[in-house]
Every structure is written in C-alpha cells, then in structure tokens.
C-alpha cells in the first residue's frame, strides 16, 4: 500500500479525478502487463527495466491522449500527474515480479486485481477528501447547508492526513503480519 | 522572474516533495536515518540538474522543432533512464569516494517520480534553459530540505508510543502532512 502513492496524493481532492486516475492505471497495467508478458521470452535480461518503462510510458502517452481528446476538463486539472503513471511503482512492480515470469493470460488477470485494488484506494480517498474538503461529492453538496468545507482537505496537507489514517485503519483492521 | 525567486519558491514555497507530491515514495522508504537521507538527495539533486538540462534541449531542439510535443513523456523517460546509467558509470570511474556514498541510491533514481515530475513542470511553464537549471536546482534542494527534516524527526519517534498499526508508513506519512502544513506558512511570499 505504499507504493505508488504519488499520484494517490495529487489527484485526490476531487472524486471525478480519482476515478479517472484509477482507470488510466488499470488501462495501463493491464496493457503493459500483457505486453510485458507476451515477449518476456525474447526480453534480454539486462536492459529489461528499460524495455519495461519504454512499454509502460507508451501506454500512458495513449491513456494522456485519450484524456486530452474526450475529457479535457479532468485532464486539465490532472495536468503532468497523468504522466507520472510511468514512475508509479506499482506497474513496474507487478511487471518485474509478475507479468515477467508468467504467461499473459495470468499476467491480464494479476495486473487487472492490483490496478482495480489500486482504483479503489483513490476512491476511497478522495471521496473522503472531497465530502471534507468541498461538501460535495462528484459535485454535488452533500452535506447539507451549514457546512463549513475543511479547506486544509483540498489543500497538500489534507492529503498526507487523509492517506495516513487510511493506512492506519486499513492495518487495525487486517491482522498484522507477524 | 528572476532567478532568485524562482529558488526560493522550489526550496520553500512549491517544495516538490510536500506540495506536488513527486518523490513521495522514497520519501517514505529511505528516510529513516539522516545519513542515508542525505546521500539521497544529494544523487536526486544531481541527477535532477543533469537530466533537466538535457531535456530541455530535447524538447526545445527536437520535440518542437519535428512537431511531435506528445513524445515528451516517451522521450524524457529514456533520457532519464540512460543519464542514470551514464552518471553511474561516470561517477564509479572518476569519482570512487562519491560512488560509495551515493552508488546505492542511483539505480533507484529512474522510478523517482520527482526527477521526471520535475522536467514536466519546467516545461509546462515555459522556462527559458538557466531557469530551467535553477528550478532543477532548487527542487533538489528543496527535496533533500524535506527528506532530511523527515529523517531527523524519525529518529526521535523511536522514544514515541506510536499506536502498533500506524508504525512505519503511516505515522510518516502524517508526519508528512504536518510538515507540508508547515510549509504552508511560507505560502504568498514568493509564488513560482
């Protein structure tokens, strides 16, 4: 869970964002695992990571452009976030322990799991941020008419708070690994 | 702007690390002694300065020039990729004492999202090239600022009772939050 979390942090504020964020991973984890998987018998093994960041930055060019192409607004507002996909530890995780070691059809199936796990963590997030932060959820007030937004929840210090206690809970409520 | 603001607002202002979010990954893993911190910043300061430079005369020479702006991520990425190795191979052979402090942490530099976070931004806004350098400059700076600081706070949390699970990642990352807080304070001095 603490990987990746870039991008968790700055997108987060308002729940339409968080979406898209979480689909334009799994588009692009699903994608590069598959890829990644499909020639990780004529890789060389020494300039994999290279090969691997080059397939998942093409990936992510196509995500940015689609985003640009059909919803400017969010891809506005995301500005160079959706770029730092390409450095989210997540995809070349999975990449370098997963899809380089198993056949695409197991690699589609893991990436598609962590990519949707990954989704719903931005979602959990930053609907609380934005119920908090805006009194509102996809842009609708919520929370009635005296409510007074917490504007440090939209601001760079909600985040961190925000992510912290949602690891903390997510810890109390697993068992702790021994 | 001039240069100075432009150092002052990536070093204090705009810290990347506590309000763009880049970097944060590391941020968290390497920050539990200030020893260590350090020689981390210092390689992501230097790489940063290195790779700035010379993605900006990618994009402003190449990109631009054939029209293809949207190979920018593409094309930073293996720049990225290849002056970590480059400076690897560079510092091992003509600086030994300097690779030994900061060898370990130049590999993990590719996946840094605040190096290539860093030459997205210079580009987004326009820099002219000695801006761009100082804007690498101060964000280094200003990321070495924050991962030190942490690592220091860190290491007086060994006396704290910190609840079972909110050890580790978690309390670091509200820690983090209370010092982006902090950093807070310095906003509408200078803006980048």
Redesign the interface.
Known sequence: ???????T??VTNRVANGIAMGLAVVFVTVASSVTIALIRKITPRRIR??IY??II??Y??IA??YLKAYRPAISEQM??YV??I????II?GRAESFAAANNPWRAFWDALGMGFGYALSLLIISVVREALGFGTLMGYPIMGRNWTPWV?MS???????V???F??TL??VSK?KA | MTLFAILFATLFTNNIALTYFLGICPFIAVSRDIKTAWGMGCAVTFVMVITAAVNWHVYHLLLVRFHVEYLQYLSFIIVIAAMVQIVEIVVERFFPILHINMGVFLPLITVNCAILGLSLFMVLRDYAFVHGLVFALGGGMGWTLAIVAMAGLRARLIFADVPEALEGPGITIIIAGIMSLAFMGFAGIVSA
């Open positions: 869970m603490a990987l990746g979390i870039c991008s942090l700055a990571i290279v960041v080059t930055a093409t992510v060019m940015d452009r500005g160079p770029a730092l390409i450095t989210n530890c070349l440090v601001m760079p210090p909600g985040a961190f708070l992510l912290g206690v690891i903390w810890r109390s702790p």
